[in-house]
């Protein structure tokens, strides 16, 4: 069974720093293009950060730009987001997901619908 693990996510206070996990069991996922995505209460599922599958091109979404800083570790099949300055407008659900057909360029931030493979997500709390 492929299954997307997140984990990470809890309270902090806002200009804090958390990050959060992406475990990947069933398949490997190491030639493929991940991503994060989350959605606030309310709110629409939005595109946070996606990674190439060896690392060498990332996307953010100019929400965190400067701030999250996306990576990956194929060996062990992870994936992580690093959240840095966090604000309480980052407060949302935070999932990963890999997109097993995707092979374009991150020209623009890939959308949802091209992603196949999701975790069921961890909740990010930025208390001010």
Do not use: H
């Not at 490997?28 to 996606?50: D, H, I, L, Y």
């Amino acid at each position: 069974q492929v299954q997307l693990l997140e984990s990470g996510g809890g309270l902090v206070q806002a200009g804090g720093s958390l990050r959060v996990s992406c475990a990947a069991s069933g398949r490997s996922f190491g030639r493929n293009t991940m991503g994060w995505f989350r959605q606030a209460p309310g709110k629409e599922r939005e595109f946070v950060a996606c990674i190439s599958w060896n690392g060498g091109s990332t996307r953010y979404a100019d929400s965190v730009k400067g701030r999250f800083t996306i990576s990956r570790d194929n060996a062990k099949n992870t994936m992580f987001l690093q959240m840095n300055s966090l604000k309480s407008e980052d407060t949302a659900v935070y999932y990963c997901a890999a997109a097993t057909s995707y092979t374009g360029t991150f020209s623009a931030p890939p959308q949802a619908r091209l992603f196949d493979y999701w975790g069921q997500g961890t909740q990010v709390t930025v208390s001010s």
